[in-house]
């Protein structure tokens, strides 16, 4: 069996959501969903596409200037999710090791699967809030670099205080 992938657009959806959910479907005919996902139309920081909409409509007038905190929060976010995986992936390896099982494969998996799933998740959630911390920096100073270079009557902001 393969994957399955569902999206729904905001001019689909009942109220202007937009939906996406994934489901991993094994060859055992068991359905593991694996992400669900509704981006409700208000824009909020505590939506990380929200978050990131607004760092790109501000950075576009701004391109130049703002390129390199873009270009870096990035490559940091690349690097932290590699070395996240590696981190995560060896711990995994070494989940039933201790046991006097020396079985490997199925066996080792289905009386781990718990200890597996929660360091799944622990890692999901570390790196979930990685990005939150640090795509709010970026808009913070994507945000500041464009409204002292705004060019209109309300480019008043802190660097004349």
């Known amino acids: 069996m393969s994957c399955t992938t569902i999206l729904v657009g905001k001019k689909a959806s009942y109220d202007g959501s937009t939906i996406i959910a994934r489901d991993d479907?094994?060859?055992?005919?068991?359905?593991?969903?694996?992400?669900?996902?509704?981006?409700?139309?208000?824009?909020?920081?505590?939506?990380?596409?929200?978050?990131?909409?607004?760092?790109?409509?501000?950075?576009?007038?701004?391109?130049?200037?703002?390129s390199n905190a873009i270009e870096?929060?990035?490559?940091?976010?690349?690097?932290?999710?590699?070395?996240?995986?590696?981190?995560?992936?060896?711990?995994l390896r070494n989940i039933g090791k201790d046991s006097d099982d020396s079985a490997v494969g199925d066996s080792?998996?289905?009386?781990?699967?718990?200890?597996?799933?929660?360091?799944?998740r622990a890692a999901n959630d570390e790196m979930a809030?990685?990005?939150?911390?640090?795509?709010t920096k970026l808009l913070n100073d994507v945000l500041y670099t464009s409204s002292n270079l705004m060019r209109n009557g309300f480019a008043m902001s802190d660097r004349w205080n």
């Open 129 to 135: 809030e990685y990005l939150r911390t640090h795509a």
């Open 72 to 91: 870096a929060f990035a490559e940091a976010a690349c690097t932290y999710g590699h070395r996240l995986v590696e981190h995560t992936d060896a711990a």
């Open 108 to 120: 080792v998996a289905e009386t781990a699967g718990e200890p597996i799933a929660g360091r799944l």
């Open 25 to 66: 479907d094994s060859g055992s005919g068991r359905y593991d969903p694996k992400r669900f996902v509704a981006i409700t139309p208000e824009v909020s920081t505590d939506n990380l596409y929200w978050t990131n909409r607004l760092i790109a409509a501000l950075a576009d007038a701004h391109f130049y200037e703002t």
